[in-house]
């Protein structure tokens, strides 16, 4: 089974009514990844305040396309660590800034960060990818 983007991920698929419908810009072969994303309020953990998995989940893709950027192909995380600054809004516009660190044959290190847009750091995140290919896929089981 070949890996697939079915248009499908919580993050950036566009076919996915529930998900964040998130456009990652790659610059420069994945030196960088800029997301800009405005979560609903259906995504609150308390009452108007973002729920950390969100930001979490926003981190992981940044970081997860400086890889894809960078090896050109899929590419997933192996080791993601966030750290939470301030607590995040819900309906207000985030940005999402990642940047390269490393580069190994088969890593890629790289930190990222979300902030409003008057530049206050709401989380950093710091993460590892790897390239994948076919065997990464899962299998269905046989009967």
Same mark, same amino acid.
């Given at each position: ?5 079915? /248009? ?19 610059? /420069?072969?994945? !030196? ?23 930001? *979490? ?30 607590? *995040? ?14 580069? *190994? ?17 709401? !989380? ?20």
């Amino acid at each position: 089974m070949a890996i697939e983007n079915n /248009d499908n991920c919580f993050v950036c698929g566009m076919k996915n009514p529930f998900g964040l419908q998130v456009k990652p810009e790659i610059i /420069d072969g994945g !030196a960088f990844v800029r997301i800009e994303c405005t979560p609903d309020e259906h995504l609150q953990g308390w009452a108007n305040i973002l729920h950390g998995g969100i930001l *979490s989940t926003l981190l992981d893709e940044a970081i997860t396309y400086v890889g894809i950027g960078t090896f050109d192909q899929p590419a997933v995380t192996a080791q993601l660590e966030v750290r939470f600054r301030k607590p *995040s809004p819900t309906c207000v516009k985030l940005h999402v800034c990642a940047q390269r660190i490393k580069v *190994s044959k088969r890593l890629v290190e790289a930190k990222a960060e979300v902030t409003l847009s008057d530049g206050t750091l709401i !989380a950093t995140g710091t993460g590892k990818v790897v390239p994948v290919n076919e065997s990464f896929a899962p299998h269905s089981p046989t009967s």
